[in-house]
């Protein structure tokens, strides 16, 4: 294992491990029960050999989820876990992580789970940024449930639920969680496990929310829902890879770019057509959400094309659980509170 | 005051009940509020029942827009703001046509004639004006130009004549207080404190409250004044507390007995929200207060601070109860301490927003999937909210379980004098957090269990994140016996759900028994309420007593368990009557549980009972043995 020397100031006040720790550490006893093939294994594995990067106390770090064959995440990780109800991980965690600073919060949803009965959760768990990390394992269906439509499933989508086809019209979970005000929002894939463990890195390092969508594969019920993405051929042509500091340059040889039009729109252009400093540089961390919004509308919910995949956005904002402690800590600025003063009340009087 | 005017003569009477009556935008509330300070302070016992509508505003002078105060004093202990007033206060036709029904006949109605024009009138369906025919004969009837008169006494101020008006209700005030003897002195420091910024609106306020006064003392509307001597009490602090109020402390006194922080989740709702407004302001008792985006989530972010290690609570009403319920369900399961908080009011659906009722006691039961039982608790007077929020959270820490509290409308918005407890004598509790491992495995290794159960209360270790060698995952799903671990084998799932069930009956070994007043002892009648009815059923049981009926009264503090002993009180009489402000929830579980043939008597008009109408069952059920 290489050592990283990144800083995670999220993480400043979760106390630091002395020892070595391996992915091992982080396998809890319990027996994995996902679909074999199914690409929640690949997030676990990288989750696992992630973790020992942050160097915290295994005991200081939770996991806690909804419902949903993702939501069955915590139950394998060999740290504190807490496996919910459909759709209130968030909320269950922001009372965690508020009364909690001394521990590294996670939270583990799927698009049903975080997009339809959460919906309203994730998005105020985004606008207050709580120091939380949302991990939302998107394959466009409900796997628990055998297969129907999910909020992230395409119009037209075919499933148990929609004979006839689907006429939902798709969210797309990078797009709503900047509309929601989010500081840190970033797009990986599960079989991808050098980018899915950068991501990772970033989010943890992010202080308040950061939203991780995880494109996933649910072998059974929505088999090859991403394929477009991670196909050799048609992958690369696809996949649009943010790197701040970049110009946004795809294709199989690069043949790709992103520029903003004379009308101000953002487009996919030809490469050869445009020069070279109309090419749009990324920065993650542009405080206007506009780009990063505008580059996630790029991507067409039934081809997939041009989809990118990295940061979005990380921007600092102080934490919600922040601010309500450091509104505590003035308040107790002049000492404790005095419950014998505070039930007398200034309006009392003696008998006897 | 003035020394020109011969003194009146001042008649002793032993209680007294009055109700403030006027538009939204009169200030009853505050008129209230503030005779009920002097009072306090004069040592009466006292009971007070605000009674507002839901519009914040309606239109002035309708009859949705009338506000009302409530209060009765007396020389001695009594239990509830009264049935009917002896004294009504209308300050428009509204105020009047709606309350006129409740005076006591030969009671005193003393009305602003101001306000009674022509317009005003038709306003609300009158088409003649009652202070001139003789419509208002039964009472004894004091006209008086309210407006006008404090109009004219802060004509010096530099005040527009809508604000001038405005002050009429401390003209009110004044009355009142010479009327009964009472002094201005609180009111003063009172109005100090809140218009210290505005002289004039200060100068005014104070000025009309003394003109109020000088107005009693000289006119010849009133030919007596009145007197209540203070009520022999037990040498203490008192003070007057609203339920509300009083449960917020409860819980603050909770947090401090028991060392563990308070997290409160919640969403603001009537009657409940003053309970998050307290505590907001209570954050140097390391208290975090958390409006969340729906009940949902603050209940489920009460729960995740449970898990952390804190008190987590939740506070709402009927229907965020039922917003909250699978999260409830969530901490049976989880066996986590959690406190939710039900100040009840009229339902179903948005029903009676601002008006009291008790008809969620089977929600509380029973309203969620599965066998997921939840104790529950229930304050009986405004002040008692302080001691059942202790016993709540006692529950709640020491079982591992979510527990309700079941207080409503009457009691949160109601107040009474409350002898204020030394600190140091409320019960204490410890959380006692799981640090070491608990199981034992045959080849010597050990383990920690989150499931193993102490063989006392059969509570699981509560083991918070942070605790090395604990790490442990649980969750919503059936869970086997001790080790934890996800199990769906049936064997284990019924073991589960009657361990569970246990645990919760198991509470009442923890509870008082339930205690039976009846003085002679040879009652054969008893009476057995819980909650708000408390002081309704007491006053009808005294007052039936000294009609030589013989009537015992009982009164459930704990719902969920009973208290041991309750099967035996409810068999050794021949007839139970159980008063209730819903269609018969307690009398449902008391015949279910005790074969009991109950006599349910139940009103739900979103009033208390009075003990007037109480006393007639207790008396017909008597006459029938
Ligand atoms: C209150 C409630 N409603 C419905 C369900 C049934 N349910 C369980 S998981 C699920 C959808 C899960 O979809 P998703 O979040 O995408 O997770 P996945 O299984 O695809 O990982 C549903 C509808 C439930 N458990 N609870
Ligand atoms: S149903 Fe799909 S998402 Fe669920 S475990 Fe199987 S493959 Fe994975
Ligand atoms: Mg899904």
Known sequence: MTSIDLPFPALALVPKTDEKQSAKDFKSDQEVRWCPGCGDYSILSTVQGFMPELGLKKENIVFISGIGCSSRFPYYMNTYGLHSIHGRAPAIATGLAVTRPDLSVWVVTGDGDALSIGGNHLIHALRRNVNLKILLFNNRIYGLTKGQYSPTSETGKITKSTPQGSVDYSFNPVSLALGAEATFVARSVDSDRKHLSEVLRRAAAHEGTALVEILQNCNIFNDGAWEALKDNETGPQNVIRLEDGQPIRFGANGEKVVIRSKNGHIEVADAAAVSESDVIVYDSRTEDPGLAFAISRLSDSHSLTDTAIGVFRDVQRPSYDRLVREQMAEAAAGGPGDLQSLINGKDNWQIG | ?625
């Open chain 2, 1 to 625: 005051m003035t020394d020109q005017v011969a003194e009146k003569q001042v008649i002793p009477v032993d209680h007294v009940i009055i109700r403030f009556a006027g538009d939204s935008g009169d200030g009853m509330q505050l008129t209230g509020d503030r005779f009920t300070s002097e009072t306090a302070g004069l040592g009466n016992d006292l009971s007070t029942l605000p009674d507002f509508p839901a519009e914040i505003r309606a239109p002035a002078g309708t009859l949705p827009g009338v506000s009302a105060f409530q209060l009765q004093f007396a020389d001695h202990d009594i239990m509830t703001p009264g049935d009917r007033p002896d004294v009504l206060v209308a300050m428009n036709p509204a105020a009047l046509k709606s309350n006129i029904g409740l005076l006591k006949p030969g009671g005193d109605l003393i009305v602003n004639t101001d306000e009674f024009t022509k317009r005003s009138l038709e306003k609300v369906g009158y088409s003649g004006n009652p202070l001139e025919d003789d419509s208002l004969s039964a009472y004894n009837v004091h006209p008086v130009g309210l407006t006008s008169m404090t109009v004219e006494a802060l004509k010096e101020f530099p005040l527009s004549k809508k604000d001038a008006e405005r002050a009429k209700n401390m003209f009110a005030l004044g009355m009142l207080c010479w009327l009964y003897s009472r002094p201005t002195d609180g009111t003063r420091v009172f109005l100090k404190s809140k218009f210290g910024k505005n002289p004039d609106i200060l100068g005014a306020n104070i000025a009309a409250l003394e003109a109020g006064w000088s107005f009693g003392e000289t006119t010849e509307a009133f030919s007596v004044r009145y007197e209540v001597k203070p009520a022999p009490m037990k040498a203490g602090t008192y003070r007057n507390i609203h339920g509300n109020l009083a449960l917020a402390y409860g819980l603050v006194a909770a947090s401090d007995r028991s060392g563990l922080p308070i997290f409160l989740g919640t969403y603001p709702i009537t009657p409940a929200s003053d309970i998050l407004h307290e505590l907001s302001k209570l954050k140097k008792f390391g208290i975090t207060t958390f409006q969340a985006e729906d009940e949902i989530a603050g209940v489920g972010a009460a729960i995740g601070a449970s898990y952390g290690g804190s008190l987590g609570i939740t506070t709402t009403s009927g229907p965020g109860v039922a917003l909250k319920s699978e999260a409830i369900g969530l901490a049976v399961t989880l066996e986590i301490p959690l406190l939710i908080i039900d100040v009840q009011r009229g339902g179903p659906s948005t029903g009676l927003p601002t008006k009291t009722e008790q008809s969620d006691l089977l929600q509380a039961m029973f309203g969620r999937n599965g066998e997921a039982p939840v104790p529950i608790v229930a304050p009986q007077s405004p002040s008692d909210c302080f001691d059942a929020a202790i016993e709540a959270a006692r529950i709640a820490v020491q079982y591992r379980t979510p527990v309700f509290l079941l207080s409503d409308g009457y009691l949160a918005n109601g107040s009474e004098p409350w002898s204020i407890p030394d600190v140091d004598s409320l019960p204490t509790f410890e959380a006692n957090f799981a640090t070491e491992l608990n199981h034992t495995n045959e080849d010597g290794t050990q383990e920690f269990w989150p499931y193993l159960r102490d063989a006392e209360t059969l509570a699981r270790p509560w083991a918070i994140p942070g605790t090395p060698g604990l790490e442990h995952r649980i969750g919503g799903i059936e869970k086997a016996d001790g080790r934890g671990n996800i199990s769906y084998d049936p064997d284990n799932h019924d073991k589960m759900v009657r361990l569970r069930q246990a645990k919760v009956d198991g509470i009442a070994a923890s509870i008082a028994p339930l205690a039976v007043e009846d003085p002679d002892g040879d009652a054969r009648v008893l009476i057995i309420g819980w909650g708000s009815t408390y002081g309704p059923i007491g006053a009808a049981c005294r007052v039936a007593r000294k009609n030589g009926v013989k009537v015992a009264q009982a009164h459930l503090r704990h719902l969920n368990p009973f208290p041991t002993n309750t099967a035996e009180v409810l068999r050794s009489y021949d007839r139970v009557i159980v008063p209730e402000m819903n269609l018969g929830q307690l009398a449902l579980l008391l015949r279910g549980k005790f074969l009991v043939d109950a006599i349910g008597y139940n009103q739900v008009r979103g009033l208390p009972f009075t003990s007037d109408e109480l006393v007639g069952v207790i008396t017909n059920v008597a006459s029938s043995l």
